[in-house]
């Protein structure tokens, strides 16, 4: 048997094109080795970076079909920036699972929450119990979200070094004009990653909506939606995850970072689109500008504060992006803090997309805010922004 499996190794290893590494990307068959009731539960949670995720395995001698079934676990947060040596275990709750695409079969991932000893505080980096919550409360407003994740594939120069995926090292490809959307080896760098990535959600069954090449070279995105209340960070954390593992496999980095590289080149953002039932309906864009972007213009700031770490290297007023001291709202405009849609504009009712957030935020955060601030009238925005400030502090001591 040990036999058999080596040999689908070393041809999978063999295999030097980019379709036939796509079509076999989980070729290698070991499915014979595991009875029928045994199931690998992949528990995933966000380290106290507020942007890194984690995991680890553990073997199930059943299979799995509900939440339910699976225990809560614990792991070592004096190793993950979540805690100190001395009281380091932090649990984890199950709190949402889908099918493992990598390992395929009866396998799954488990996003979890990470909670303090007490099984009841969240730790450091967990922002889901909060959003939660507004989301329970504003169900009946039955928010929508379709979050469009940028960012840039990197490999590795050195023992520590960087650089995007493809270009000549240490110096720049030709200008940004010619690689948005673009095919061609001169112009789509990293096409293999992406197009495994958009599989292994679809088989996962997570709600990606499609992908496409950005403004600058290896640099991507890919959309996840439409989703409603929670699902939205739980998909989109899943999807990052899968996306990973993947680059793991190419020895290439996903770098979430809003200006990984600087000089006139695009930033990466995360833009957030959000509706309701409320602007769904007919004459719906009258909600959207004479009720939700009022609301947005007066709490600007509140929202800058939760939409990622450096976001003020991206949000330059250049680059397709909006000046951060200022919101505005705009047709059609990409260089505005929230764009108006042509096909909301055209109906007169649908969505609107919040164009500040930049690539690194965490969904859990940004949905939160949007919903809070449209529907609940910001009901518990100092309890995020109080969550989000004692986040901060926390962060730089292990830092």
């Avoid at 061609?184 to 709600?207: M, Q, S, V, W, Y």
Wanted: one cysteine or more; proline letters at 5%.
């Amino acid at each position: 048997y040990m036999g058999k499996i080596q040999n689908q190794i070393n041809n999978k290893m063999n295999q030097n094109t980019e379709h036939t590494q796509l079509d076999k990307f989980t070729a290698i068959d070991y499915s014979d080795a595991f009875p029928e009731n045994v199931t690998l539960a992949e528990y995933i949670w966000i380290d106290g970076t507020g942007q890194n995720l984690r995991s680890k395995t553990r073997v199930y001698n059943e299979k799995i079909e509900k939440l339910e079934q699976l225990d809560w676990w614990t792991y070592d947060g004096s190793s993950t920036r979540q805690a100190v040596t001395h009281d380091s275990e932090i649990y984890l709750k199950p709190v949402m699972m889908c099918r493992d695409p990598l390992r395929r079969r009866n396998h799954i991932l488990v996003l979890c929450e990470g909670y303090l000893s007490d099984k009841t505080t969240p730790a450091v980096g967990n922002f889901r119990p909060i959003c939660n919550k507004i989301m329970e409360e504003a169900k009946e407003h039955k928010p929508w979200f379709g979050l469009e994740q940028e960012y840039f594939l990197l490999e590795r120069t050195g023992t520590t070094g960087w650089w995007p995926l493809q270009w000549p090292r240490g110096a720049f490809p030709s200008p940004q004009g010619r690689y948005y959307c673009s095919a061609g080896p001169g112009n789509a760098f990293g096409r293999l990653i992406t197009e495994i990535h958009l599989r292994a959600c679809l088989a996962a069954g997570i709600k990606i909506a499609g992908l496409n090449a950005e403004v600058a070279p290896s640099q991507w995105e890919f959309q996840i939606g439409i989703t409603e209340g929670i699902e939205c960070g739980d998909h989109h954390w899943i999807a990052r995850y899968l996306l990973s593992r993947i680059g793991e496999d190419y020895g290439v980095d996903i770098s979430y970072e809003p200006k990984p590289i600087a000089g006139d080149w695009n930033g990466s953002g995360c833009h957030s689109n959000f509706s309701t039932e409320a602007t769904r309906q007919e004459n719906g864009l009258d909600v959207i500008l004479n009720e939700y972007m009022p609301k947005m213009e007066a709490s600007h700031l509140e929202h800058l504060t939760v939409y990622g770490e450096d976001n003020n290297k991206r949000l330059t007023g250049k680059h397709e992006t909006s000046s951060m001291e200022k919101f505005s709202f705009g047709e059609g405009s990409r260089a505005a803090s929230v764009r108006i849609p042509v096909f909301t504009l055209e109906k007169k009712s649908g969505y609107f997309e919040d164009r500040r957030p930049a690539s690194n935020i965490d969904p859990y955060l940004v949905s939160a805010m949007l919903v809070d601030t449209c529907c609940l009238n910001g009901k518990y925005r100092q309890e995020i922004l109080d969550q989000y400030k004692k986040f901060t502090e926390v962060k730089a001591k292990f830092q």
